[in-house]
T-cell receptor
Framework: GAVVSQHPSRVICKSGTSVKIECRSL??????MFWYRQFPKKSLMLMAT?????????EQGVEKDKFLINHASLTLSTLTVTSAHPEDSSFYIC???????????FGDGTRLSIL | QQQVKQSPQSLIVQKGGISIINCAYE??????FPWYQQFPGKGPALLIA?????SEKKEGRFTISFNKSAKQFSLHIMDSQPGDSATYFC?????????????FGRGTSLIVHP
């Protein structure tokens, strides 16, 4: 149980393109979803937290107009990287949980490469 | 300010040996301590977790030891196998403010030699 599916697993696109990443909880209702960014050999950097039906809460230093997050249902959240540039290239990982006192379950990540 | 300090940064162990990864936290309000295992190119997967009302939790070859007074917890991997080679993250979270947002350690890269 507690499976989180993230799609696509890899994206390569040109600078200026907007890229959408989907995160789905397959067998539970995700009250809260998290979006992380991970640099090579580094820890997880929390970008934002989203609760279903509410606006996402962004961490300090994360541009909300650059990284658009939508959590329209209890099983789906999307991250859109708008007008992506090479410095946005990274490994993006989503996670989801049902209750607040429960652990997060992570997707397999999306490797984003901007040329 | 790093609220969860994890060490060592990297660890090399022979097959069959014991791998030990340590974490220390500062916020006494933390009340849930999960460990995650991450393979290259994959997302982290929950390995084992503990709450502060117990001092030890064991699941197969994996054991968490928790020392509330010292604000430390550690992961022990018994009979380490090459398949255990991965990056391990400790985390701590609290119900403070109702957020339950976890704080992650910086990770430990474990290599188990055959």
């Amino acid at each position: 149980g507690a499976v989180v599916s993230q799609h696509p697993s890899r994206v390569i696109c040109k600078s200026g393109t907007s890229v959408k990443i989907e995160c789905r909880s397959l067998d539970f209702q995700a009250t809260t979803m998290f979006w992380y960014r991970q640099f090579p050999k580094k820890s997880l950097m929390l970008m934002a937290t989203s609760n279903e039906g509410s606006k996402a809460t962004y961490e300090q230093g994360v541009e909300k107009d650059k990284f658009l997050i939508n959590h329209a249902s209890l099983t789906l959240s999307t991250l859109t990287v708008t007008s992506a540039h090479p410095e946005d290239s990274s490994f993006y990982i989503c996670s989801a949980r049902d209750r607040g006192d429960q652990p997060q379950h992570f997707g397999d990540g999306t490797r984003l490469s901007i040329l | 300010q790093q609220q969860v300090k994890q060490s060592p940064q990297s660890l090399i162990v022979q097959k069959g040996g014991i791998s030990i990864i340590n974490c220390a936290y500062e916020n006494t309000a933390f009340d849930y301590f999960p460990w995650y295992q991450q393979f290259p190119g994959k997302g982290p997967a929950l390995l084992i977790a503990i709450r502060p009302d117990v001092s030890e939790k064991k699941e197969g070859r994996f054991t968490i030891s928790f020392n509330k007074s010292a604000k430390q917890f550690s992961l022990h991997i018994m009979d380490s196998q090459p398949g255990d080679s991965a990056t391990y993250f400790c985390a701590a979270q609290t119900a403070s403010g109702g957020s339950y947002i976890p704080t992650f350690g910086r990770g430990t890269s474990l290599i188990v030699h055959p």
